[in-house]
């Protein structure tokens, strides 16, 4: 008799936080469907960053982080680019360019952008390596109901799902926080020293849910 193996699909409910440390998600196939939902219960951002670290193989165009309002379903998204190979943060459909990162595959790799409503400028941190700031969009928040998701890019609240642009391969330590961080406070998130955790979305106590095929894993770690 051949045994196959069984992929696990975990389902959290959300009824509680829970401590991800030392864990990633890992999304393992090409889907319309598979994500990850984030609960925050923050709906009125006047500035933000955000901090991520994701490892893939993938060549193509693909979500990072998707955050949508009824708005405008690219309120807050970051975007890799595969024909003009850049990273796109988008704020209120909005959308700068950051070209020359070296985004190569099969590792991980630490991203953080900030955006201020007030100035209107966006900025990367690329493994701890910051880019020019670009203006996006001024003048006013970015105001909920929010749906944050892992995994698909949202082309509407919560859902216009498109396969060629989902997210294959693993992601952790997703931190969002409400303000500007310094940039001492990114490279010691980036060093994986200590740190604020984010006060809107933190990893070490994250409210989610799981739909279809992710996984919850130990995080893979490079041995020296």
Known sequence: MKLFPVLVMLTACAARPQDLSGKMFTFPLESNRAHVRL??????FSSLTLCHRSFTDLKRDHVLFSLA???????????WDGTNKEIEPHIKDRKAEFGGRDYKPNMWHSICTTW???????????????????????GTNIVGPVIIILGQEQDSH?????????????????HLWDHILSSCEIQ???DELNFT??????????????????LIENKLMTCH
């Open 158 to 174: 919560g859902g216009g799902f498109d396969i060629k642009q989902s997210f294959v391969g693993m992601m952790s330590d997703v």
């Open 69 to 79: 309002t009824p708005v405008h379903s690219n309120d807050f998204l970051i975007f």
């Open 116 to 138: 201020d409503s007030e100035s209107g400028l966006v900025q990367i941190w690329f493994n701890g390596l910051p880019s020019i700031r670009k203006f996006v969009s001024t």
């Open 39 to 44: 609960n925050a219960s923050r709906l009125d």
């Open 188 to 190: 010691n998130y980036v």
């Open 197 to 214: 955790p984010g006060n809107v979305l933190n990893w070490s106590a994250l409210e989610f849910e799981i739909l279809d095929k992710v």
